[in-house]
């Protein structure tokens, strides 16, 4: 009876077991899921910092579409003629002008632009913060160090996207704005004038900045950063993502929920949350409110001028200099005011993407770590890290200063004064004060691992004595506190020629600094001992 | 020459009545002048001699310790011979002065003296010698070209007030205060006088009909709220910066805590 072409018997199978071998037959996904959907993935709150940042760049993209179909890159003249009263009639650019009608002309058009300009703040804020993790827990040792590269020209280019971004309205604080990139870039010997009338089209501001900027802004940064985006995730999968220690978690293994299903429904609503957090936020609260800056005019400048909070760095360091600092010199004038804040924050850039390899070289270990340091364990590192914190945060103070000197009613004197103390001698304080709280919770932990906790329980002994009892910890949270390296200085020892090497000396010097004050592990050793005092 | 005697010898029986009647008058009177409840009925009128005078009395009584007895300034504080009824105008109603004490610049607060109080004590500097009046209401009630006093205000007030009237900081603790709650009156008058660290915009800088312009602007962002949403205080990045860091970034983190404690 049956007129099937086939005499097999196919298994009848739903529509989504269906589809997925359709699917399946013609692009061989299955492999591909079955590999990445069992990947673990590790339940900290802090891995999920970088997710932030991922999926408001997503929030970027989709609001930054829509407001490309409207904005116009040009700086040809208009006279603006929208809704808004006080800009009536006043000439500016059309980019200018587009980016008024874009907020009181187009539909939705202010909403989408504010949260765009929140997500970037967003942004760039989440690499910061997922930085300051990678780096406090350890997390770009071997081998994740081409990834803290990668990380770091991420951070980069998301200041440059922000940047461009910021400077492209064409309105009085984006023109001040890139007054100071023009001024920095002329400021720089012999190059500077010449690279200034390249990057401008001419003596500024020009004609040409925000159309350059536009392509810089929508096409080429944007490439590379999905670009990249895309590599560290990869690698991210490649490597495992490190986990904390726990009982049961190794080297070896990566612990956790699997991406399928678990994990990416959780990412996926972390998402939405973070686009819902957004759109609120862009829907409640202002953000660059061009109609007041009014278009760019290189004359005034606004008080409370300052650029977006990832450049306040930059500014702050400009804004430190003491007054004099630029002299003229063979018929030249040397602008160190410029020259000093440049190289400052060069070196600073350097050595934060220089640091996994400087730290790998003191400590001469080739082996691979999956297991994340508590800062802690690692006293001397997290302690650079909170010099370099301090630094960073005394510049971006001061980008700041007249804000701080209004509202706090101080001088604007003892303000720049007290942050110029900030920067130079802040981390020197904070790396000795965080160096010695590590060291004062090693070993606090190390006391608690070998003697237990105090559990406030007073007992008097038929000897009249009181004691407190101590209660030990359960397996589970002692592991914790036990499994984490201990390095120690490292000797210096000639080499095959029998010499010892300045790099060798360095080194040494360089371990003693980093591994000369440490508190050992508890060892299984002492452990025993101590229960066996104790029972 | 008895009668003459006896006129000079004698007072007239009812001058006593009339000494007293005089002396109600004048304490009832003063006691009007300087009553805030009554001060309401009359105005003062600037070419009239009794304002004059009773500016006079309040001035030696609050102001000659530093400004001097006749106005002719003293080390604690400047000569107001030619500063105009607009500067008095301006300090005394917007509660600069009396000065609460020395300071880098004199701080606002609620003024001390009633309006009536403050003419008199301005007409009393003006008929001290000429200095700029008190602006007519057609200049400051606003009705002007917002457009052109946006643009005259970005070049010549925002570097210190910010474009947005936020206020800003200037050298040794000096600022320039925030302009969202400023009359229109003061506004001008501050513009014509130059206040604490301020510059004057003389009319020939900023003609009267630019002034208006000014100040429409100013009442123009005074009464329209951002249509943006809450301005975080006008104060440009670092608001937003600090807003997105506590609250944006906070918010989320706090959610990236409650995501990974859910599955523990």
């Known amino acids: ?535 | 020459m008895n009668r003459s005697k006896r006129r000079t010898g004698r007072r007239h029986p009812l001058a006593t009545v009339a000494l007293l009647a005089l002396g109600l008058v004048f304490t009832g009177g003063a006691y009007a002048a300087l009553s805030s409840g009554t001060a309401a009925q009359a105005e003062a009128e600037p070419t009239s001699q009794e304002t004059i005078e009773q500016g006079k009395k309040l001035f030696q009584a609050n102001c000659a310790t530093c400004h001097g007895l006749e106005a002719q300034g003293t080390n604690n504080g400047p000569s107001l011979i030619g500063v105009g009824a607009a500067a008095v105008d301006f300090q005394v109603g917007t509660g600069r002065m009396p000065m609460q004490m020395q300071g880098p610049q004199a701080q606002e607060k609620p003024p001390q003296f009633t309006d009536e109080q403050t003419k008199q004590l301005a007409y009393y500097v003006a008929s001290l010698g000429p200095g700029p009046d008190i602006p007519a209401d057609s200049l400051v009630n606003g009705g002007g070209d917002a457009a052109n006093g946006a643009e005259l205000f970005r070049i010549n007030c925002a570097m210190c007030h910010n474009v947005a009237g936020a206020g800003g900081a200037l050298t040794e603790g000096k600022f320039a205060p925030p302009l969202t709650d400023v009359s229109g009156v003061h506004i001008y008058e501050a513009m014509v006088t130059g206040p604490q660290n301020m510059p004057v915009f003389n009319d020939l800088n900023i003609s009267p009909e630019d002034k208006r312009d000014v100040i429409t602007y100013l009442k123009y962002v005074q009464d329209n709220r951002s249509p943006g949403g809450f301005e975080l205080g006008s104060l440009g990045p670092v608001a937003e910066g600090l807003f997105i860091w506590i609250f944006g970034l906070g918010a989320i983190v706090a959610v990236t805590v409650w995501i990974t404690a859910k599955s523990n």
Not at chain 1, 47 to 58: K, P, R
Not at chain 1, 214 to 243: D, N, S
Request: with cysteine; aromatic share 14%; glycine share 8%.
């Open chain 1, 1 to 535: 009876m049956s007129t099937a072409p086939s005499t097999q018997v196919t298994p009848k199978r739903s529509f989504t077991a269906s589809a997925s071998v359709y699917v399946n037959e013609r692009t061989s996904l299955a492999g591909f899921v079955k590999e990445l959907g069992r990947k673990a993935f590790p339940d900290h709150w802090s891995f999920l910092l970088g997710e932030i940042a991922l999926f408001s760049f997503v929030v970027i993209l989709i609001s930054g579409t829509f407001l490309t179909f409207f904005f116009q890159a040009s700086m040809a003249e208009v006279h603006y003629d929208g809704s808004y009263v006080p800009l009536k009639g006043v000439e500016m650019s059309v980019a200018m002008a587009s980016t008024l009608d874009i907020s009181f002309d187009i539909r939705g058009g202010l909403f989408v632009r504010q949260m765009h300009h929140w997500a970037a703040l967003l942004f760039v804020a989440a690499i910061g913060l997922h930085m300051l993790r990678i780096f406090f827990t350890g997390a770009f040792r071997k081998p994740r160090e081409f990834n803290w590269l990668i990380g770091f020209t991420l951070f980069i280019l998301a200041m440059g996207e922000g940047f461009t971004g910021y400077s492209l309205p064409d309105d009085l604080l984006s023109g001040n704005g890139l007054r100071i990139i023009d001024g920095l870039i002329k400021g720089i010997p012999v190059i500077g004038t010449w690279t200034s009338f390249l990057l401008f089209g001419g003596e500024f501001p020009g004609t040409a900045i925000v159309g350059r900027l536009y392509t810089l802004h929508i096409l080429l940064l944007p490439a590379i950063v999905v670009a990249l985006i895309a590599i560290h995730l990869v690698l991210v999968v490649v490597h495992k993502h490190t986990q904390y220690a726990a009982p049961g978690k190794t080297q070896q293994n990566a612990v956790g929920p699997p991406i399928l299903p678990i994990y990416a429904a959780k990412a996926g609503g972390f998402f939405f949350i973070i686009f819902g957090v957004l759109a609120l936020i862009a829907s409640l609260f202002t953000i660059n409110p061009i109609w007041n800056y009014g278009p760019y005019d290189p004359s005034p400048v606004s008080a409370g001028t300052q650029p977006d909070w990832y450049i306040g760095f930059a500014d702050g360091a400009l804004r430190l200099i003491p007054p004099g600092w630029e002299f003229v010199w063979l018929d030249r004038t040397w602008s160190f005011n410029i020259l000093v804040p440049l190289i400052a924050i060069g070196i600073f850039i350097l050595l934060v993407v220089a640091y996994p390899f400087i730290e790998a070289w003191v400590k001469g270990d080739h082996r691979e770590h999956h297991i994340a340091d508590r800062p802690r364990n690692a006293p001397t590192r997290t302690a650079i890290g909170a010099a370099g914190v301090t630094f960073y945060a005394g510049l971006w103070a001061a980008a700041s200063s007249d804000i701080l000197a209004t509202h706090f009613s101080l001088t604007m004197e003892g303000v720049i004064h007290a942050l110029q103390a900030m920067v130079i001698i802040g981390p020197f304080v904070a790396y000795f004060i965080a160096k010695r709280v590590c060291i004062a919770l090693q070993k606090k932990d190390r006391e608690v691992v070998l003697h237990g906790y105090e559990s406030g329980r007073i007992v008097k002994l038929p000897g009249g004595e009181f004691i407190e009892v101590h209660q030990p910890l359960d397996e589970y949270d002692r592991w914790k506190l036990v499994s984490y390296e201990s390095y120690e200085p490292l000797m210096i020892r000639p080499n095959a020629r029998g010499k010892i090497t300045v790099g060798q000396r360095l080194r040494a010097g360089m371990s003693r600094w980093f591994f000369e004050d440490r508190i050992a592990p508890v060892t299984k050793g002492e452990l025993e001992a101590s229960h066996s005092a104790h029972h």
